[in-house]
């Protein structure tokens, strides 16, 4: 199964995506494009900036994430310390 069938299976689920260059991303996917992952950081847990009414409400805007520079997807919210 490739990352792109990955992502779109676990839409709207909180995941862990490891980049090719190690750095972690945790959040929830809200979108899935053939080219980019769009995951929102969960709760205060987010170093970027805060969407206007974007994805239900006030809080933290979703960023786009390459597939092809994905090297890693974990299911579950057991990632968040």
């Known amino acids: 199964m490739n990352y792109y069938?990955?992502?779109c299976?676990?839409?709207g689920?909180?995941?862990?995506i490891t980049d090719k260059a190690g750095k972690r991303h945790c959040g929830r996917i809200v979108e899935v494009t053939?080219?980019?992952?769009?995951?929102?950081p969960e709760g205060g847990r987010n170093l970027g900036g805060f969407g206007?009414?974007?994805?239900?409400?006030w809080?933290?805007?979703p960023y786009a994430i390459?597939?092809?520079f994905i090297g890693g997807l974990a299911l579950g919210a057991a990632f968040f310390w």
Do not use: E, N, S, W
């Open 34 to 40: 053939r080219t980019h992952v769009y995951i929102a």
């Open 52 to 57: 206007y009414g974007f994805y239900g409400g």
């Open 66 to 68: 390459p597939l092809a």
């Open 9 to 11: 299976r676990y839409k």
């Open 59 to 61: 809080g933290f805007a």
């Open 13 to 16: 689920q909180v995941v862990t």
């Open 5 to 7: 069938d990955m992502c």
